[in-house]
């Protein structure tokens, strides 16, 4: 039998349209974007309030740019199905219209590929020595959006510790000794955490 893929309803081709460009153009993080559209009272079809996990799915989803896609994931027999990496995947490039142009999505998958979530533990070593070597000092544990430098605490879920991280990359240059660094950072913690209570209270 032979398929042939249509647009869905104009209000829904509009929605995903408007997810793209609040990524895109308004910097919206996905979960920001969750709750903008469950505030606005916009359901996900049939399948309730809108998450994190379901946006990213539709930033990441070649078929919003026309591409039929196969082979996202697999499954042995008497086994549980597994995504398969990406370059694993078959794509039919002008399947059916875009949704999407082809450029606005590979700009997606190019700013999402800078999250920081998303960078490999070697990129993150590497942009901290970086920073150790243009600053002389240790990583504060917030960082700005805007340095794009990973926070302390990134450092901490991919290695146990941000020493542990100064550790892999055999960066000697301190003046304080581990320890005393670790206090500090300890310190600067409470003391963040002291001030988001009172801003709530």
Avoid at 37 to 57: A, E, K, Y
Avoid at 170 to 176: E, S
Wanted: charged share 25%; hydrophobic share 35%; proline share 5%.
């Amino acid at each position: 039998d032979r398929v042939t893929y249509t647009l869905q309803p104009e209000i829904e081709v509009r929605l995903v349209r408007h997810i793209f460009s609040m990524f895109l153009d308004e910097n919206m993080g996905m979960r920001t974007i969750a709750r903008v559209l469950n505030q606005s009272g916009l359901r996900h079809g049939n399948f309730g309030p809108w998450d994190h996990c379901v946006i990213r799915n539709m930033l990441t989803h070649p078929k919003y740019a026309g591409c039929a896609v196969f082979n996202r994931s697999s499954m042995k027999l008497k086994s549980r199905r597994v995504s398969n990496p990406r370059e694993q995947w078959v794509l039919r490039p002008n399947a059916f219209p875009a949704l999407v142009s082809p450029e606005t999505f590979e700009r997606v998958q190019k700013k999402l590929g800078e999250m920081v979530n998303r960078r490999s533990n070697e990129r993150l070593l590497t942009e901290l020595k970086t920073f150790l070597q243009v600053n002389g000092r240790p990583l504060p544990h917030y960082t700005s959006r805007a340095t794009g430098m990973a926070s302390a605490s990134t450092y901490i879920k991919r290695f146990g510790s941000v020493i542990e991280a100064y550790r892999q990359i055999n960066f000697p240059g301190f003046k304080y000794t581990m320890a005393v660094l670790e206090d500090r950072r300890r310190v600067a913690a409470l003391k963040d955490g002291v001030l988001q209570q009172l801003k709530q209270e």
